[in-house]
């Protein structure tokens, strides 16, 4: 599979990246800064420079095409409201749109629990996140696209221990960015495994054994 990565420098992209080669995956790994090159190179993966601001349509489904599934990860990761409008929103609708032009029907996107961060005391920036994760959702949703997105609770860092709780609707919870970046890595082979919106934390179900259940149920509920 040819898997092009929006964000591969991030938490979760470098990780997945590195879990897609070592099964025999080529993957691209866009990056606006230079410095990201060597991170996604390190990866097993080939770094591509691209801007989700500044990009067009056109622009990035010229990049985007002859591969078989895109994910992004992409994120503003608290640098400005403006910021997290043009890349975790426009960014992900332009995206979105130049897929569809590229011929690509697989897309995954990273995007964020509802509950994520609701025990603390919010920001209006960190409310102004929250509504365009949602409305990147809803964007992505009402494509015709072969979409799957994944709503992680709250991102952890130490290493996983590769095993999960997922569903179409769960209680909410913390999750290590490795056990992310391996259910994507799973799932994105699960062509079947589409049009779905999935909530994952850490749990007690192995990845792969939890990637079949939520198929499973998500099967079910369209019959």
């Not at 995206?95 to 990273?110: P, Q, T």
């Not at 920036?125 to 409305?135: G, Q």
């Not at 860092?157 to 799973?186: C, M, Q, S, T």
Request: charged letters at 20%.
């Amino acid at each position: 599979m040819k898997v092009f990565q929006i964000g591969a420098a991030g938490g979760i992209g470098r990780r997945l990246s590195t879990l897609l080669t070592a099964r025999g995956d080529e993957v691209t790994g866009m990056h606006r800064n230079p410095d990201q090159a060597a991170v996604i190179a390190a990866t097993g993966a080939t770094p591509v420079a691209g801007d989700l601001v500044t990009d067009s349509v056109d622009e990035l489904a010229a990049k985007f095409h002859g591969h078989d599934a895109i994910v992004f990860s992409a994120g503003a990761h608290g640098t400005g409201m403006d910021q997290t409008s043009l890349i975790d929103g426009r960014g992900l609708e332009k995206s979105a749109d130049a897929a569809r032009f590229a011929g690509v029907a697989r897309f995954v996107l990273v995007s964020v629990f509802p509950d994520a961060g609701r025990a603390l005391n919010t920001t209006p920036a960190f409310e102004h996140y929250m509504r365009v994760k949602k409305m990147a959702d809803a964007y992505l949703v009402a494509t015709d696209l072969d979409w799957l997105i994944v709503r992680p609770g709250t991102l952890r860092n130490e290493p996983g221990k590769g095993l999960v709780a997922a569903g179409l609707a769960i209680e909410y919870g913390d999750v290590h960015r490795d056990d992310v970046a391996a259910f994507i890595d799973v799932a994105l082979h699960r062509p079947a495994l589409n049009r779905v919106i999935i909530e994952l934390t850490d749990g007690h179900t192995p990845v792969a054994d939890a990637v079949e259940l939520v198929l499973d149920h998500a099967t079910t509920a369209r019959k």
